[in-house]
């Protein structure tokens, strides 16, 4: 399990949102803070239940998923450690539209609302790094959108394996190592593809010599060639 017994003033300082916060400020922030421990699989909220405050992911990951009449679950975004969720529907007064669940044993740092409209009046800087935030995660979800719209789906595979790489360094014959954050099954909900399509895909990469899988591990054999082949 992680720890519990964190500094969460100094945690906060290095966050973007809350860098130039200067200690007071933090010290208020995280005492009105509530530190959840959660266990693979806990529900840390449902769609229906009342939106109080933002969600702070000190460790592990949690996806955003909702889920179709039929029982069918589609995942939206997965947060990772020092990200945050949540911050735009917090001040609609409505509740939570879409579902969040630990991935793995995870610390949620929950900021109240009444905390956050506290700073904000003290300083109107605070909601402008919000606004920020929030803007990041709409042009990132809108981004996701459009390949799903756009792309087939072996190029929604292969523009997640590139996603952190930068072509105009990785030198040619150069190999490099991917390790899946998640189950497969959760990528492939991201990327809007069945499981059993997306192993077929990496399953073809795989016998055309651009990757290796070693379970969650997929090494990049040829960056460029794999790169080029997102492009036909």
């Given at each position: 399990?992680l720890?519990?017994?964190l ?6 300082s290095?966050l973007?949102?809350f ?11 995280a005492?009105s803070?509530v530190?959840r ?6 529900e ?6 009342v ?11 949690v996806?955003?998923?909702a ?5 069918h679950?589609?995942v939206?975004e997965?947060?990772s450690?020092g ?5 735009a529907l917090m001040?609609t ?5 879409v579902n969040?669940?630990?991935l793995?044993?995870?610390?949620i740092?929950t900021?109240?609302k009444q ?15 919000m ?8 042009h990132?979800?809108?981004?996701d959108v459009?390949?799903?719209a756009?792309?087939?789906?072996i190029?929604?595979?292969?523009g ?7 072509l105009e360094?990785?030198?040619p014959?150069q190999t490099t190592?991917?390790?899946?954050p998640?189950?497969k ?6 990327l ?6 997306f ?17 969650r591990d ?5 960056v460029q ?8």
């Open positions: 399990m720890s519990t017994s500094d969460i003033p100094s945690y906060l290095v973007p949102l860098h130039e916060m200067r200690p007071a400020e933090l010290g208020r922030i005492e803070a530190l421990r959660c266990e693979r699989g806990d840390i909220f449902r769609v229906g239940q939106c109080d405050g933002f969600h702070v992911v000190m460790g592990g990951q996806k955003l998923y889920l179709s009449p039929s029982g679950e589609k939206i997965i947060i450690p990200n945050s969720f949540a911050e001040f007064g409505k509740p939570y539209i969040a669940q630990s793995c044993d995870s610390l740092l900021v109240r905390a956050v409209m506290d700073e904000i009046a003290h300083d109107p800087r605070f909601a402008l790094r606004l920020a935030g929030i803007s990041r995660r709409l990132g979800l809108v981004q459009e390949s799903a756009l792309h087939s789906g190029q929604r595979v292969i997640y394996l590139l996603r952190d790489q930068c360094d990785v030198a014959g190592t991917v390790s899946l998640v189950s099954a959760t990528i492939a909900s991201l809007s593809l069945t499981p059993e399509y192993s077929r895909v990496l399953r073809e990469l795989e016998d055309g010599g651009y990757i290796a899988i070693d379970r997929i090494r990049i054999l040829d060639g794999l790169s080029r082949y997102h492009l036909q």
